[in-house]
């Protein structure tokens, strides 16, 4: 079964200061990754995706994501942290392998970036 | 386009009650999910649709119905509300491909005593 392990309950980061979120996942086929962040009282907005091609990828507000197959990871990164950038973000796999399943979620990550 | 649309955003509901959450949206996608959020529990899906007259079980459908008479519309129905079904409720929908993303509602907020 697919599943997906965001280990970091909470992250903390200085404004002007890298930012990474981890993502680790368990498919038996390939792995279709996405990000998602969500902000206070509202629904989540996709972020950035890895389908195949580059292990970097690039997504909204200067995000991005880089696919390590070995690790099993696809962990979120942004070079320079925002205050705004403060919200809750979701890894979530879909197994390229058994068509179209529906996506699993990890439990999310608090991104708190501190002025 | 107004994309995917929840109604109602809040609700209480007391215990038995039942009551259908609303989830329409404009983008003529076949897929359509609902999932559930709890705290520190991230999302877990109830329901999916592949299309008009198709449904099936996701991780916890337990206590909760659906239909898909349409392409753009997937209520989800609760019957004998329970507090285990309060919750944040989201709806959301994918056009076909397996490499798509899904778009989610802005949620409802439902609250059983």
């Known amino acids: 079964a697919q599943s997906v392990a965001q280990p970091e309950d909470q992250v903390n980061v200085a404004e002007g200061n890298p930012l990474t979120v981890k993502c680790t996942y368990s498919v038996s086929g390939n792995p279709y990754l996405f990000w998602y962040v969500q902000y206070p009282n509202r629904g989540l907005q996709f972020l950035l995706k890895?389908?195949?091609?580059?292990?970097l990828v690039k997504g909204s507000y200067g995000f991005e994501a880089e696919f390590n197959k070995s690790q099993t990871s696809f962990h979120l990164k942004k070079p320079s942290a925002l205050v705004s950038d403060s919200a809750l973000y979701f890894c979530a796999v879909r197994d390229g392998g058994k068509g179209n399943t529906p996506l699993v979620f990890g439990k999310g990550t608090r991104l708190s970036v501190i002025a | 386009n107004a994309g995917v649309t929840q109604t109602p955003k809040f609700r209480i509901l007391k215990i038995g009650q039942s009551m259908t959450l609303q989830c329409t949206q404009d983008?003529?996608?076949?897929?359509m999910y609902w999932y559930r959020q709890d705290p520190g529990m991230g999302l877990k899906l109830i329901y999916y649709?592949?299309?008009?007259?198709?449904?099936d079980k996701g991780e916890v459908p337990n206590g909760y119905n659906v239909s898909r008479s349409t392409t753009e519309d997937f209520p989800l129905r609760l019957e004998l509300a329970a507090p285990s079904q309060t919750s944040v409720y989201f709806c959301?929908?994918?056009?076909?491909?397996?490499?798509?993303?899904?778009?989610f509602g802005q949620g409802t907020r439902l609250t059983v005593v």
């Open positions: 649709s592949v299309g008009a007259g198709i449904t």
């Open positions: 890895y389908i195949t091609g580059d292990n």
């Open positions: 959301a929908s994918r056009m076909g491909g397996q490499g798509t993303e899904a778009f």
């Open positions: 983008m003529n996608h076949n897929y």
